[in-house]
């Protein structure tokens, strides 16, 4: 057993001076952290258990969980989750509640101000006690799960060891913050901050250009869309700051880039029953953010992917359905400016008081901090109070409004027909998700879960004023009346985070998607074959095609002919980009050119208007800088070709010859000056990155890769780059599932690395190869295929 002594600071020195000392210790004798390896075979009895539970590792280490009853599954559940994956539950503990810095010192301080405004941890005591007695009894249960875990490990994680410190036992208010984490990363909120930036620096004529609207022909997931944005404005410094702090402490937030999820009625499928896909997009840190997991007992056989620090399956299957989520991308949170005046803000033109909470940061190897948070009747205020300015930028979100989404997912688990599925997913309050769906008796369909904010004044995505009450919330549209389809005539459904409803839906739900290019792409491959196969769904998971880049292709060709006598690299250039077959292949030529010279050309249009530092805050937000990029070649003109250098207006050919130009001479520096050598995967490149990875000395131990990997922001095979810095991956498949129902045994899955957080251990990274190549693993739900694939078997007992 191994009782350490609760969280505390690292005594001396600060982290990153100990996390370079520990590379040595790792060189010399990495076999040292063996010792913190779980005990996954045998028997063990622990206190908390009602009956005995099993829990059986196949060969890629997922546990297969079997229990008499739901309390004892969760307990084992939350068991396995802190055997393989304590750390990364723990570190996620902190990010909800502003306390990375007490172990990563002050450059998490930021981090910390941002998630202490957000109040996920303030809040979640209340959150949890809202909550129904069965939902609390079991997260009580899961939690005891952890903690059993922690107190049978031999040694703690190589992480603890390395820092010196021990975690706190976990609770259920921990999942209730966490929980809400969770939801805040896949909610519509950075948008809206850095359009408010470029509100305060732009002309209104220019703002109106960077306002995303849905282009024309965008595929819906069912007919409407609701009315126009106004605009209105504040400085969310705190974010910034935050988000900055984040980047450099433990990575990008865990947001959520976009998703893909589809299904075919029998109709339409090989095996004469549905087939579904899934494959959500989000960021890639180490280990996953998925741990797969197959959990039975009396009423309940699920198998599917689970967040390490919550109880039950989030996307999956059981015996009778199949479900897979996609962000619906909802506008689902405002930010508002306050009239404050001292201790006191207008609200609904009422002077009202401000709640303040104050709370302490603990900062390893500095001098604590003290937080003031002030608290409006919308939320907390992000931005600092100005001296002399009486106006604050509060921040409102759905999550803050209460709701199970953990009994909502306990019940989608058991969910065994459309209308048990509808029950469920009616609980969910958020984040919204697209829901594709489908079941052995042969219904397919989407329905959009999460709470529809009503506006008064309309939706938008700008702040908007907060004392007169014009702009407040009344309320969330009725489940029933939430975008749904089901049992199309076209015999498919799909979802890739496009709109949910067309112009006829009468309720506001986003103007800011993600582009048409992945849906018109997935419906296009879903019209084309009369039948599709469990394979045929996992090539188009892997398709790499970039359709839509046909007409930018075709300028940037024709502009290059035109002025090959000016320089070489305009007959090279076009070359290159006629020969390109418009795949985004890792090896793929005309893929590194195009990729190159489209971001040279977002730099080229808009980084002078905004500045640097703007620049890099809209471009990070791909969605702002495709939409802006893509309408202006349509169109051929924008506002901001107007060139502040030479005093005249540069025209579209212009601007493609310089990042034409611009591509061609970055290419040769990064790739060399012979051109047959260029691949998109030199550059294009993901890392799967530890916390620990961010030191140079460590990186190798606790990092996967970087490897090279096709596709693009733009394909169905999705891998979004950082825009503005590099071509690393930022966002990617975050998962794969493929699930044939009626024929179980067909399943397939893979995440991107192991089950196991354990660097030193087989499963860390087992299925990143996998993963890299396009592949999935078996799933296994069956005994028998079971108990052929085990690896190990641990009883627990009650003790």
């Given at each position: ?16 001076v ?37 829990i ?5 280490g ?12 969760l ?5 396995a989750?802190?055997?393989?994956r ?37 809040r ?10 069965k939902?609390?009894?079991?997260v009580?249960?899961?939690c005891?799960g952890?903690?059993a ?15 010196r ?6 609770t ?6 966490v ?6 990363g ?16 732009l ?8 306002l ?8 819906v ?6 009315p ?7 400085s ?7 988000l900055?702090?984040?980047r ?6 865990p ?12 109709r ?7 087939i ?11 280990p996953s ?7 039975t ?23 009778k359905i199949?479900?897979?989520?996609t962000?619906?991308m909802l506008?689902?949170?405002d ?10 803000v207008m609200?609904?033109?009422k002077?009202?008081?401000l709640?303040?909470?104050?709370e302490?940061?603990?900062?390893q ?32 979100w759905?999550?803050y409004?209460?709701g199970?989404p953990v ?5 989608l ?8 599925f ?22 397919i369909?989407?329905?959009m879960?999460?709470r ?5 004044g ?24 939430n ?5 199309p ?12 409803a ?7 739900l986003?103007?800011?998607y993600e ?23 996992e ?18 060709i ?18 290159i980009l ?12 005309g ?8 971001e040279?050309?977002i730099e ?5 208007d ?5 620049y890099?805050e ?20 924008s ?6 250098a ?34 998109w ?12 990875g ?28 950082r ?7 930022l966002?990617?498949?975050?998962m ?8 179980r045994?067909?399943a ?8 196991s ?30 108990e ?7 009883i627990?007992?009650?003790?």
């Open positions: 057993m191994r009782r350490g002594r609760a969280a505390s600071p690292i005594s001396r020195g600060s982290a990153a100990l996390l370079s000392a520990a590379a040595a210790l790792l060189c010399s004798c990495s076999s040292f952290f063996h010792g913190s390896a779980p005990q996954r075979d045998g028997a063990l009895a622990v206190p908390g258990l009602t009956a005995p539970v099993e059986v590792r196949d060969r890629y997922i546990p297969h969980i079997t229990a008499q009853n739901d309390r004892d599954l307990f084992a559940q939350g068991f989750h802190a055997q393989d304590l750390y990364q539950m723990d570190t996620e503990r902190r990010l909800a509640g502003g306390e990375l810095a007490e172990i990563y010192g002050e450059k998490a301080l930021p981090a910390d101000r941002l998630f202490r405004h957000l109040g996920f941890a303030a979640a005591p209340a959150l949890f006690a809202s909550w129904p007695h939902t609390q009894e079991l009580r249960a899961y005891a952890v903690n875990a922690m107190d049978s490990l031999r040694a703690w994680p190589a992480e603890y060891r390395l820092l410190i021990a975690p706190r036992k976990f259920p208010e921990d999942v209730a913050a929980g809400l984490l969770k939801a805040f896949l909610a519509q909120w950075v948008e809206e901050a850095t359009l408010y930036k470029v509100a305060q620096r002309p209104r004529e220019k703002l109106e250009e960077l995303p609207r849905v282009p024309p022909g965008s595929p997931v069912m007919p409407g869309t609701g126009a944005a106004a605009l209105q404005p504040v969310p410094s705190v974010l910034f700051e935050g900055a702090s984040l450099r402490t433990l990575g990008e937030f947001r959520s880039g976009g998703s893909n999820a589809w299904a075919v009625s029998g339409k499928s090989a095996t004469g029953h549905p579904l896909a899934n494959d959500p997009h989000m960021v890639l840190p180490c953010l998925w741990y797969e997991v197959h959990l007992a009396p009423g309940m056989d699920v198998y599917g992917v689970s967040f390490p620090g919550a109880p039950g399956v989030v996307i999956g299957h059981n015996r199949a479900w897979g989520f962000n619906a506008d689902d949170a930010f508002f400016v306050e009239k404050v005046d001292g201790e006191r609200f609904r033109k002077w009202v008081p709640v303040r909470r104050v302490t940061i603990r900062v190897g500095g001098k604590n901090e003290t937080v003031t948070v002030q608290e409006t009747p919308h939320g907390p205020i992000f931005s600092p109070m100005l001296p002399g300015v009486a106006a604050a930028l509060s921040f409102h759905v999550g409004d209460g199970d009994g909502a997912l306990l019940a688990n058991r969910a065994r027909n459309p209308e048990e509808l029950a469920a997913v009616s609980g969910f309050p958020a984040p919204a998700q697209n829901v594709v769906y489908a079941d052995e008796a042969g219904n369909g989407v329905a879960a999460g529809i904010p009503v506006r008064k309309g939706g938008g995505l700008l702040p908007v004023p907060g004392d007169t009450g014009e702009w407040d919330w009344k309320g969330t549209v009725p489940f029933s009346e975008p749904k389809v089901w049992n005539p076209e015999h498919f459904v799909a979802a890739a985070n496009f709109p949910p067309g112009r006829s839906y009468r309720h506001y986003s103007r800011l582009p048409a290019d992945r849906g018109r792409r997935i419906i296009r491959m879903l019209q084309s074959k009369e039948k599709l196969s469990v394979e045929a769904f090539r188009m998971q892997g398709d790499v095609l970039i359709p839509e880049a046909a007409k930018t292709v075709a300028l940037a024709r502009v290059a002919q035109k002025r090959e006598a000016e320089s070489p690299a305009f007959r090279d250039a076009a070359k006629s020969e390109w077959d418009r795949s985004a292949g890792a090896d793929s030529r893929a590194v050119l195009y990729e190159v010279f489209y040279k050309l080229n249009v808009f980084r002078d905004l500045g640097d530092d703007l890099e809209f471009s990070r937000s791909s969605r702002l800088a495709w939409n802006a990029m893509d309408r202006a070649i349509e169109r051929g003109d506002l901001f070709f107007e060139n502040a030479t005093g005249r207006k540069d025209s579209l050919e212009d601007l493609v010859a310089r990042s034409l130009l611009g591509a061609m001479n970055f290419l040769k520096d990064r790739l060399g000056g012979v051109a047959s050598t260029w691949m995967g030199r550059l294009h490149q993901a890392t799967f990155e530890h916390p620990f961010k030191n140079r000395y460590l990186q190798r131990w606790f990092n996967i890769g970087p490897n090279a990997v096709p596709g693009d922001g733009k394909t169905v095979y999705k891998e979004e780059f825009h503005g810095t590099d071509f690393s991956v966002v990617g498949p975050s794969r599932q493929v699930v044939p129902l009626g024929f045994k067909m397939r899955s893979v995440i991107t690395t192991g089950e957080g354990h660097f030193f251990e087989r499963h860390y990274k087992d299925q990143t190869p996998l993963w890299l190549s396009g592949k999935t693993h078996p799933v296994w739900t069956e005994r028998e295929e079971i052929a694939n085990a690896e190990s078997r641990l627990l007992t009650p003790k």
